[in-house]
């Protein structure tokens, strides 16, 4: 099972912290412009430090990078189907919007696909916060 308790899609689909699953990962929604996919320091329920080093999240940019493909390859698919007539242009700008209304998301979902390369789930993470 996917979704069944610690898998990985529970930190990614709500975009959680990679450690326990329940503390929030971004400083706002992907959608707040004005702190734009601001990862948190730490996880307010574990602790954990989201930042490894400095600029942790800079190879991020790959993961996003192969989202926005996977993304490009859909949309064409998609104007494909949809349409009687092939647009190169139709379809350039289906990709357009496409990128622009799941940039943000995009982006914060590379960042926590990023981090739960490096972090895995703990089954009593929250735990460990009040011992140490
Ligand atoms: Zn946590």
Request: include cysteine.
């Amino acid at each position: 099972m996917i979704f069944s308790k610690g898998s990985k899609f529970n930190s990614i689909l709500p975009i959680r912290c990679p450690q326990c699953h329940k503390g929030k990962f971004l400083e706002r929604s992907p959608y707040n412009f004005s702190k734009f996919t601001k990862v948190r320091k730490q996880c307010a329920c574990c602790g954990l430090q989201y930042s490894m080093e400095p600029s942790f999240y800079f190879g991020s940019m790959y993961v996003a990078y192969g989202i926005g493909v996977a993304l490009m390859v859909a949309t064409t698919a998609i104007s494909y189907w949809v349409s009687t007539s092939f647009s190169f242009l139709k379809t350039f700008f289906a990709i357009c919007a496409a990128m622009a209304i799941l940039g943000p998301y995009i982006n914060a979902l590379s960042k926590i696909i990023w981090a739960n390369m490096f972090f895995s789930y703990k089954e009593d993470s929250e735990n460990i916060k009040d011992k140490t």
